[in-house]
């Protein structure tokens, strides 16, 4: 016989493990601020009529976020907090802050010390906002 294993959803209720890990997707219409207990979670600007600014929490290890822009003519931009920076492959590539204009652009962010989250993985254009 084999066991399967259960997820722990935020709903409050168990799931078998298809071998896919559940991800809860959020829409945020307005600037948010990402809480530490909301790793894992995918956010996105779906509804959104205006640019959304979502700001990292700070760093810790086994954190992770994911990002996808839904809507077409307004800007996602990912912040990192004061002293953090969101590094994209190269050491030309050090943001403070990620934007998007591209529609369904994604990003996924992984924490990797206290003062920086690397890129995982992207898709679309994403620039350095940061003046």
Same mark, same amino acid.
């Given at each position: 016989?084999?066991?399967? @294993?259960?997820?722990?959803c935020p709903d409050g209720q168990g799931r078998a493990d298809a071998g896919a890990a559940f991800v809860e997707v959020a829409a945020k219409t307005?600037?948010?601020?990402?809480?530490?207990?909301?790793?894992? +979670?995918?956010?996105?600007?779906?509804?959104?009529? $205006? !640019?959304?600014?979502?700001?990292?929490? !700070?760093?810790?290890?086994?954190?992770?976020? =994911?990002?996808? +822009?839904?809507?077409?003519? =307004?800007?996602?931009?990912?912040?990192? @907090? !004061? $002293?953090?920076?969101?590094?994209?492959? !190269?050491?030309? =590539?050090?943001? +403070?802050?990620?934007?998007?204009?591209?529609?369904?652009?994604?990003?996924?962010?992984?924490?990797?010390?206290?003062?920086?989250?690397?890129?995982?993985?992207? +898709?679309?254009?994403?620039?350095?906002?940061?003046?």
């Amino acid at each position: 016989m084999r066991e399967i @294993p259960v997820w722990e959803c935020p709903d409050g209720q168990g799931r078998a493990d298809a071998g896919a890990a559940f991800v809860e997707v959020a829409a945020k219409t307005a600037d948010y601020t990402i809480k530490d207990y909301e790793t894992g +979670k995918c956010f996105s600007n779906a509804g959104a009529t $205006g !640019t959304v600014v979502l700001t990292l929490p !700070t760093p810790k290890a086994g954190f992770w976020f =994911q990002f996808v +822009k839904i809507v077409p003519d =307004q800007i996602l931009s990912i912040k990192a @907090p !004061t $002293g953090v920076t969101i590094n994209m492959g !190269t050491a030309a =590539q050090v943001y +403070k802050d990620a934007t998007t204009e591209t529609i369904y652009a994604t990003l996924r962010l992984a924490a990797y010390s206290t003062t920086a989250y690397v890129v995982e993985a992207e +898709k679309g254009t994403w620039a350095n906002a940061a003046s």
